[in-house]
């Protein structure tokens, strides 16, 4: 079995390389080590490696986006499973594993002989994602914190409250978006969007607490058009799994697929991974990704909020 490291230094704090170094001389078990050096190098080594057919596990060194590349580059490889060591700020995809995933994924020595399943992918036109895809106030958020990072004298926070203030002040909640799901069409004004396969993302928002990443299932919420004055209390709920106490706002669907568009371009965020287009179709992937993680680790569901419902597949 090869164990491959694949290390993004511009992920986290620049003393995490540093301290993963450390760590990784440590190790009782042979292992590369590559980094990466632009955005697609971690996709390309995954993928490079995953086609030589040798047994394979390989630890992607980073945040989401670097979970995501090495997603998208070993997904289909049953030769190959995949985890994630949490050097990164975020982290999402990482606590359905519960509050200590950090702490978890750090123990080297537990996670390379840890069990391994397959997760579900989702495919938003084409890219491949493990955890989220949004499209809504909040990816059009998301997408301006990127950009507003840019700025060399503004902060993590402060690029945050600008594109908070661009896109919910200044640009408006909701958008005009036609969405199906299922049988359901819906023409109404669209405040938020999400697919869920994980479920936690935006720093730590849960939609759907059922959601499972090995269920064939994707867990699909559309949030009608809210105001400024209803956002703080909707969001409240939406954020913490409560969305069947919003049934004026909120319709729920639970399947393989959902497809929507405008006249307008849409902003979508598949894992942390911007992507703009007029019309998107999210579906279940027909690929997976083997999955490993340490033994005393994991991802079932635990209810801890009213939203506790049976899950309806249609």
């Not at 490889?77 to 200590?100: E, Q, R, S």
């Not at 939609?207 to 090995?214: C, G, I, K, L, R």
């Not at 009608?224 to 913490?240: C, I, R």
């Not at 919003?246 to 393989?256: A, E």
Request: glycine share 10%; net charge negative.
């Amino acid at each position: 079995m090869k164990h491959l490291f694949i290390i993004n230094p511009a992920a986290g704090k620049k003393a995490s390389t540093v301290e993963l170094d450390k760590l990784l001389t440590t190790l009782s078990f042979d292992h590369e080590v590559v980094y990466t050096k632009q955005a697609g190098d971690a996709e390309r080594i995954a993928r490079t490696a995953a086609e030589t057919g040798e047994q394979l596990r390989i630890y992607a060194c980073g945040g989401d986006g670097t979970l995501n590349e090495v997603v998208n580059g070993a997904a289909g490889f049953d030769n190959v499973a995949i985890t994630c060591v949490p050097k990164g700020t975020g982290n999402d995809f990482l606590k359905i594993f519960g509050p200590n995933y950090r702490q978890l994924f750090y123990d080297l020595e537990a996670l390379a002989i840890g069990p391994q399943t397959p997760f579900d992918l989702i495919d938003c036109n084409g890219k491949l994602g493990i955890d989220m895809v949004c499209a809504g106030v909040d990816a059009r958020i998301g997408a301006g914190v990127h950009r507003y990072k840019r700025w060399h004298f503004v902060s993590g926070m402060g690029a945050y409250v600008l594109s908070l203030l661009e896109h919910v002040l200044f640009k408006g909640i909701s958008r005009p978006l036609h969405v199906e799901m299922g049988e359901q069409v819906l023409d109404d004004p669209s405040a938020l969007l999400c697919v869920c396969n994980g479920r936690y993302y935006g720093g730590g928002f849960m939609p759907v607490p059922e959601a499972m990443p090995d269920d064939g299932v994707l867990d699909m919420l559309h949030v009608n058009k809210v105001s400024l004055y209803q956002l703080p209390t909707l969001l409240g709920k939406y954020a913490t799994g409560r969305y069947k106490e919003l049934p004026r706002f909120v319709t729920d669907f639970h399947g393989q697929s959902i497809s929507f568009r405008s006249d307008e371009e849409i902003t979508a965020v598949v894992d942390g991974e911007v992507m703009y287009d007029t019309a998107f179709t999210v579906r279940l992937s027909e690929r997976k990704v083997n999955f490993f993680y340490p033994a005393q680790a994991s991802y079932a569901v635990e209810f801890s909020t009213p939203s506790q419902v049976e899950k309806v597949t249609l």
